[in-house]
């Protein structure tokens, strides 16, 4: 079945350190992938997506499929980079979402 | 990126009534869909609207509980009917823009509480 998981629902690191929010996912094919977020008070919104090979907010997330991970990481961690971001695959026409990780970034 | 204009944004609810929650999208989108998020869960598709024909639901979900409607290709709108407190949830709007990569979009979500 397709599935989403990220094991972690909460990370918490002082600003300035290494980031690495963990997706795997289950799919029988070539998989879509993308990470969105949701900060305070405000609606989800695409962070990024694997096939634009793209940096955002200096995240970047690589799809290896190998291991069936889509990992997003951020190299130095910023407090308005708190917020829920959550790992999503594309099903067809439909999304399929894991349940969420948030990030709490201190000063 | 399409604008989506999601109502109400929260309602507290008797149960055994029913919400109607409407979206309305600045822009024709082809495809539009309605998500749960259940507290503490991650977000699950509901239903794909589709204009001009009946929604199409995911498993568990049924439109005897949760009937859609699409009128024309900027406006849907979703009731929860029968509410129980179980229906306690964030119901989300999404359309997607067409394009080679399609991307999701996402309204700002009915917080609904039944009591």
């Known amino acids: 079945a397709q599935r989403v998981t990220q094991p972690e629902k909460l990370l918490s690191v002082f600003k300035g350190a290494p980031v690495e929010l963990k997706c795997n996912y289950s799919?029988?094919?070539?998989?879509?992938l993308f990470w969105y977020v949701q900060y305070s008070r405000q609606r989800l919104q695409l962070l990024l997506r694997h096939i634009s090979r793209e940096s955002i907010k200096g995240f970047t997330a690589d799809l290896n499929k190998g291991e069936t991970s889509f990992h997003l990481k951020k190299p130095f961690a910023q407090e308005e980079d708190s917020a829920m971001y959550y790992c999503?695959?594309?099903?067809?026409?439909?999304?399929?979402f894991g349940t969420g990780t948030r990030l709490q970034v201190f000063p | 990126s399409a604008v989506i204009s999601q109502k109400p944004s929260r309602d507290i609810c008797q149960r055994g009534t029913s919400l109607t929650i409407q979206c309305q999208v600045d822009?024709?989108?082809?495809?539009m869909f309605w998500y749960r998020q259940q507290p503490g869960q991650s977000l699950t598709l509901i239903a794909t609207?589709?204009?001009?024909?009946?929604?199409?639901?995911e498993s568990g979900f049924v439109i005897d509980k949760f009937p859609i409607s699409r009128p024309n290709l900027t406006f849907s709108t979703l009731t929860v009917s029968n509410m129980s407190p179980e229906d306690s949830s964030i119901y989300l709007c999404?359309?997607?823009?067409?394009?080679?990569?399609?991307?999701?979009?996402f309204g700002s979500g009915t917080r609904l509480t039944v009591v």
């Open positions: 999404s359309v997607e823009r067409a394009g080679q990569i399609p991307v999701s979009t």
């Open positions: 609207a589709n204009q001009g024909s009946e929604a199409t639901y």
């Open positions: 799919y029988s094919g070539s998989p879509e």
């Open positions: 999503a695959l594309r099903d067809t026409d439909k999304l399929i």
């Open positions: 822009s024709q989108v082809t495809m």
